[in-house]
Structures are given as structure tokens and as C-alpha cells.
């Protein structure tokens, strides 16, 4: 199988990340590798994507490409039990967009290679849902929320619903692609249906998009200050209007890093979620929804500006287990 810009993980790569220790069974011991995730017994494709093009082009802060390796360090890590078993996921690979950021300079460079990266993309999530497949889709920037729905939309043959946890719509103007506008590009090419938004930050979405999204039917949104200032409604119960909402539909799972207070990404906050409900938010979405992909992004291990931390992979490692508890213990 040739996919462009797409790297196989392989069986001799394990060394580099594993840590094992006798008497424990890691889940890098026993989830599948390679190519033939059609075959594989496997629910669910894991892949990442390592670029920072998109957050480029947005005019953030690049370092969303370190993200995918940090996550392979913890979560092959972690235990092999009854409650997670490694046997249900199949390491597809990576895709490796930087090398085309090297000569970008202006935000309208990093805008013309987006298209690029969104037709490199969608095909590899098209295969793996129509394969009946979930894939799991790590790093990178938002930007790569177009592709996917689009990926998992095609291969359905019909819009489909996306629930997001985050700080922001990026449902902005589509002034040539980026990580700002993903949704309301997928709104505009007819690939996604409802979009339901928990945790918007009044301070960072204009009121010019919230006109333009408010002519769209389907389109739900709870603002953080609505939650946590104005004790208008509960973390869970927001969370759980966007379950039954989305109950019984083809449902698209996103979780933006910067929506989580203290997370290094391209956008991060001081004040947001916790940890522990963007867990939850992992967790409950996989087990009472319908989810046909599961996206994390914005994640960095380190930021052009110099800012480093450590405990980004791990974060990540939590996020995708709890996830696949959700769908596996439904």
C-alpha cells in the first residue's frame, strides 16, 4: 500500500518506544502493526498526524507536529488487562507533513499547503471507515478535522454529525484553509450535518462567526462562561444534551488540547476544562454515542517560542484509553 507522505509503523520500531518489564504485559505487546488493517481483528486504526501547517496558517504558534510521538511513548506503555486490551487496536502509522514547511514564510504560504495535506488525508480515512474500522487520528493541527470528516463522510455516503470539545468554533471565514476554519469548510462542501461545540471562550469567538453559524440549522454551542461564571448549566448535563442530541447518528468525536486550562498547545489557556473532564468528555462520548472517528489535536511536547512539557503524551495516552473503555465496555 502506497499512501503519499504516509509512514507504516513497523514491528522493528517497537524497541524504541517500549519499556517492558517481567511479570507485565504492555499494550505495544499486543496490538497489530502494518499494513493490512483491513484484515486485522482490530476495532480500531490509530494513526497521527505530525504537521503544524495549519496553526501556521491560522497565525498561532507552531509545535502541534511533536505531539504524535510523545503519545506513541506513553500509550505503548501502558497495561495490557480485561479492561483494555491491546488486541482490539491496530497501529496503522503516521503521516509527515513538515518537510513542506520549510520554505513557508507568510500565513498565506501555510494556507496554499493545507489543501495539499486535506487531499493526502481524506483517502486513508474514507479506507479505513469503509473497511467498518474506527479510526483514532492524533496530532497535528485542527486544520485536519476537513479531511476526516470528509474521509468518513464519503466512505457513509451522507453528512455526518461532529461533537467538540473546545474553545473554539473554527468556523471562520474560508480565506484559503487553516486550522480556524475546518468546520465551516466541512459545512460548506455538505460533509457534516449537526455540529455541537461544548466549552466556547466568549473572549475568542467574534461575533461575526457566531452570526454566520447561527444561519445554519443544527449548529449547538455551550460557552464556558455559561457553565462556570453564570452556573447556567452543569459540565455533564451540557455535555449529556450534546449525547442525546447526537445519540443515534454517525457522530464524529473531536477534542481540541486548548480547551484544557494548562495543556501545552498552539492556543493554550490558563482557564478551561480540566483534565479530568476532558476525560470524562472522552470516556461518555465513546460510550453512549455512535462514533465513527475519534480526533485529538493541538497537542504539543514543545512550542516554537521555547516552551516545553513532558506530561503531554501521557495526556494523550489517557484520553485515546478512555475512549476506547468508552466504546468497548458500551
Sequence with gaps: MDIKHFHFFEKSELNSYLKPREGETKIGEKISYGTDFKNSAAKFILLGIEESIGV???????????????????????????????????????FNFQEF???AKSAEDFRKLVPVIDDAVFPLIQEISTSGKIPIIIGGSHANAFPIIKGISQAKNAAINVINLDAHADFRAMEGRHSGNPFSTAKAEEFMAAYSILGLHENYNSQNMLDEMAKHKGIRYYFWEDIYLRKKVTFADALNDFIQLNQNKACGIELDMDSIEGVLSSAMTPSGFTTTEARYYSYQTGHNLHPVYFHICEAATELETGLKDNSTGKLLSYLVSDFLKGVLER
Excluded: E, M, V
Design 56 to 94: 501556521k496558517g491560522n497565525l498561532g504558534i507552531s509545535g502541534t507536529h511533536t505531539a504524535w510521538d510523545a503519545f506513541l511513548k506513553a500509550f505503548l506503555n501502558i497495561q495490557h488487562t480485561r479492561k483494555l486490551n491491546g488486541d482490539s487496536i491496530h497501529l496503522l502509522g503516521n
Design 101 to 103: 514547511a520549510k520554505n
